[in-house]
């Protein structure tokens, strides 16, 4: 299929440990969000990546978090030391380069992390 | 600082009725609108999004109205169906010269009854 996919599509795990959660975006699309969504919450934005640019990390809430997109196209959310307030859906979007005219995000179907 | 306001938390509504979810922003750089479908255990998907140069957009039972001056927009479903039962979220974006930046609502979630 050619949408947004992320792995794995569950993920339990115990508290202090790290966790790595994966987002493969649709080809060709240079940028990419993550967000955070708690049980029966909104969305939360947590970071941006545009092409080479720096990432916008302003969303990050804490320095556990971190973020990588390589080679412009794969992103790896790690979460380390994981707290249990870390228990959440965790989606990754997509969308078309700057500058053109679809501003359409596409969501991935998201990670489900909770911790123990 | 909740950047975009959205209302009511939850709603319930009979088959056949109309369905209206309000959302409410403060900047007005914002210069996309863009509402969000969700259904369990699936990622948001978009609906149907509107700029601020034009006051509707109507895509079959679903219209978004737009109020610049009162910095409102709202998604109406018209005919509601029970297959409409889902979360709804509304957006505002800002295109920066590098990309956009999405900012959400938090949901709406709709339960229409057969």
């Known amino acids: 299929g050619a949408g947004v996919s992320q792995s794995p599509s569950n993920k339990v795990t115990e508290k202090g440990k790290d966790v790595e959660l994966r987002c493969d975006p649709i080809?060709?699309?240079?940028?990419l969000y993550w967000y955070r969504q708690s049980l029966g919450q909104g969305l939360e934005f947590l970071i941006y990546f545009q092409g080479n640019s720096a990432p916008d990390k302003s969303g990050l809430p804490s320095d556990r978090f971190s973020a990588e997109r390589t080679g412009g196209s794969v992103s790896t959310l790690t979460i380390q030391r994981t707290q249990q307030e870390d228990s959440a859906v965790y989606l990754c979007a997509s969308s078309e380069p700057a500058g053109t005219n679809s501003y359409e995000q596409y969501f991935g179907p998201g990670t489900r992390l909770t911790v123990t | 600082q909740q950047q975009v306001k959205q209302s009511p938390q939850s709603l319930i509504v009979q088959k056949g009725g109309i369905s209206i979810i309000n959302c409410a922003y403060e900047n007005t750089a914002f210069d996309y609108f863009p509402w969000y479908q969700q259904f369990p255990g699936k990622g948001p998907a978009l609906l149907i999004a509107i700029r601020p140069d034009v006051s509707e957009k109507k895509e079959g039972r679903f219209t978004i109205s737009f109020n610049k001056s009162a910095k409102q927009f709202s998604l109406h479903i018209m005919d509601s169906q029970p297959g409409d039962s889902a979360t709804y979220f509304c957006a505002a974006s800002i295109v920066f010269y590098t990309g956009n930046q999405f900012y959400f609502g938090t949901g709406t979630s709709l339960t229409v009854i057969p």
């Open positions: 080809s060709g699309h240079t940028a």
